[in-house]
């Protein structure tokens, strides 16, 4: 049986999940039926394939022995992905009972972390109770899945797209047994680079770890508990205020999340005087049209959200200033980056050091804010058009909210997990989202 060691995020993913903060990433479709028999036909199918698709048959194993991952040495105490022997679709894909609300069932299911000894994944039919719709929630471990992977492994599952074809990368040359002599200047400034580099980001997260002006509603003590919800927004709003302010996309919709919060916290009562919380958003280092990726490859960039500024286009200025100065200084520098400080621990060190870290992400950011990747075409399941997508990200131990974003048919889609004791108000959130898009559009409008 051939394995496939972790590279070191992934193993870091893998042993910072605990009971209480399963690290698996979410999405849920909604689907249209125009057939009495859809909601069964769906399970079935995604049942079928999913045994055709070979990802979906890689579970992760504990290894003590030795191993190397990117001709890097990982030591004793690592992982790796391996085919499963004992493989059965139905262990991993569920039917459901009617139910009223997709959110509310999914925030249940988000909250059961996946079982660690057979493939970790899991896709729950939900049929809809007016009988107009249905919904699945695919789970997926982070550390079996990054974004992109997850999209890859679940495209398997869902009605096959004809997508034009593209012309294969020239193969790499093939390295002999011994390195290129020409090369080893190089590699040597690599190497007090990378070292260099883990100097600059330990520093920045140290000091990034001294100054934090969160609000306590952002904080929560670990219950276990997961509640959903999700917000869609017209792309053509979003470009409206992006066009009369400049700036990105993304710009706008970090800015709406500011907004969204700052209403959310005046609601609540609480004071936003002074209140910046530090968002991580995660930025991938994969390369462009990657064949079968594998391997979480990330970085980030780590932000201050001006919660504090009332004035919405202001905000917006101030989200389009900071992710410039993220940009000029590249993701692999900054606090933002810590992600890539994995690639310097041994193997043992993930193993044993795994809840020393998951405890410490609330020094370290508030609130993740993540984009996550959709095709720009139509998806479907058996027939039945995709017509949402709520992607869900995992919450840090210590934080109660983590947002979501992806774009699909000409929407946005926001999707929102807290800790559902310390947020059972995340519909408010959710509506509040909404508010500051119409806010912005209020203020750029002619």
């Given at each position: 049986m051939?394995?496939?060691?972790?590279?070191p995020?992934?193993?870091?993913?893998?042993?910072?999940?605990s009971?209480d903060?399963p690290?698996?990433l979410?999405a849920l479709?909604?689907?249209?039926v125009?057939?009495?028999t859809?909601?069964e036909?769906?399970?079935?199918?995604?049942?079928?394939?999913?045994?055709?698709?070979?990802?979906l048959?890689?579970?992760?194993?504990?290894?003590?022995r030795?191993a190397?991952?990117?001709?890097?040495?990982?030591?004793?105490?690592?992982a790796?992905?391996?085919t499963a022997?004992?493989?059965?679709?139905?262990?991993?894909?569920?039917?459901?009972?009617?139910?009223?609300?997709?959110?509310?069932?999914?925030?249940r299911l988000?909250?059961r972390?996946?079982?660690?000894?057979?493939?970790?994944?899991?896709?729950h039919?939900l049929p809809?109770?007016?009988?107009?719709?249905?919904?699945?929630l695919?789970?997926?471990?982070?550390?079996?899945?990054?974004g992109?992977?997850?999209?890859?492994?679940a495209?398997?599952?869902?009605?096959?797209?004809?997508?034009?074809?593209?012309?294969?990368?020239p193969?790499a040359?093939?390295?002999?047994?011994?390195p290129?002599v020409?090369r080893?200047?190089?590699?040597?400034?690599?190497?007090l680079?990378?070292v260099?580099?883990?100097?600059?980001i330990?520093?920045?997260?140290?000091?990034?770890?001294?100054?934090?002006?969160?609000?306590?509603?952002l904080?929560?003590e670990?219950?276990?508990?997961?509640?959903?919800?999700?917000?869609?927004?017209d792309i053509?709003?979003?470009?409206?205020?992006?066009?009369?302010?400049?700036?990105t996309?993304?710009?706008v919709?970090?800015?709406v999340?500011a907004?969204?919060?700052?209403r959310?916290?005046?609601e609540?009562?609480?004071?936003?005087?002074?209140?910046?919380p530090?968002a991580?958003?995660?930025?991938?280092?994969?390369?462009?049209?990657?064949?079968?990726p594998?391997?979480?490859?990330?970085?980030?960039?780590l932000?201050?959200?001006?919660?504090?500024?009332?004035d919405?286009?202001r905000?917006?200025?101030a989200?389009?200033?900071?992710?410039?100065?993220?940009k000029?200084?590249?993701?692999?520098?900054g606090a933002?980056?810590?992600?890539l400080l994995?690639?310097?621990?041994p193997?043992?060190?993930?193993?044993?050091?795994?809840?020393?870290?998951?405890?410490?992400?609330?020094?370290?950011?508030?609130i993740?804010?993540?984009s996550?990747?959709?095709?720009?075409?139509?998806?479907?399941l058996?027939?039945h058009?995709?017509?949402e997508v709520?992607?869900?990200a995992?919450l840090?131990r210590?934080q109660s909210?983590a947002?979501a974003v992806?774009?699909?048919?000409?929407r946005v889609?926001y999707?929102?997990?807290?800790?559902?004791?310390?947020?059972p108000?995340?519909g408010?959130?959710a509506?509040?989202?909404?508010e500051?898009?119409?806010?912005l559009?209020?203020v750029?409008?002619p």
């Open positions: 051939t394995s496939d060691p972790l590279a995020l992934d193993l870091a993913f893998w042993n910072i999940e009971a903060h690290m698996h979410g479709g909604v689907f249209a125009p057939a009495p859809a909601v036909d769906a399970a079935d199918l995604l049942a079928s394939r999913a045994a055709a698709v070979p990802g048959r890689m579970r992760i194993r504990d290894q003590w030795p190397r991952v990117l001709s890097r040495p990982l030591g004793f105490g690592g790796a992905r391996e022997p004992c493989f059965d679709p139905l262990d991993h894909v569920r039917l459901h009972a009617p139910v009223a609300d997709f959110h509310a069932a999914s925030g988000m909250q972390p996946l079982e660690r000894n057979r493939p970790p994944w899991e896709a039919v809809g109770a007016d009988g107009d719709s249905f919904a699945v695919f789970k997926f471990h982070h550390a079996l899945a990054d992109l992977r997850a999209l890859t492994l495209a398997g599952l869902l009605d096959p797209v004809d997508l034009p074809e593209r012309r294969p990368r193969a040359p093939p390295h002999g047994l011994l290129d020409r080893l200047p190089g590699a040597l400034r690599g190497a680079s990378d260099g580099r883990a100097l600059d330990g520093a920045s997260v140290a000091r990034t770890s001294l100054v934090s002006r969160s609000t306590p509603a904080v929560a670990p219950t276990g508990t997961r509640r959903t919800a999700g917000v869609v927004v053509d709003d979003v470009h409206l205020v992006r066009k009369a302010v400049g700036g996309v993304n710009d919709l970090i800015a999340v907004g969204a919060l700052r959310w916290l005046e609540r009562g609480d004071s936003t005087k002074g209140v910046a530090r991580l958003i995660p930025v991938s280092r994969r390369r462009p049209r990657t064949a079968n594998q391997g979480n490859r990330l970085s980030g960039y932000m201050e959200l001006p919660v504090d500024v009332a919405p286009l905000r917006l200025a989200v389009r200033t900071a992710m410039d100065r993220n000029d200084a590249g993701p692999n520098r933002g980056a810590v992600a994995a690639d310097h621990v193997a043992l060190g993930h193993r044993l050091g795994g809840p020393l870290v998951s405890g410490a992400a609330r020094l370290w950011f508030d993740l804010v993540t996550v990747p959709l095709p720009g075409f139509g998806l479907r058996g027939g058009p995709l017509t709520y992607p869900f995992p840090a210590g909210l947002v992806s774009t699909y048919r000409g889609h999707g929102l997990v807290a800790d559902a004791r310390a947020v108000d995340l408010r959130l509506r509040a989202l909404s500051e898009v119409e806010t559009i209020t750029c409008g």
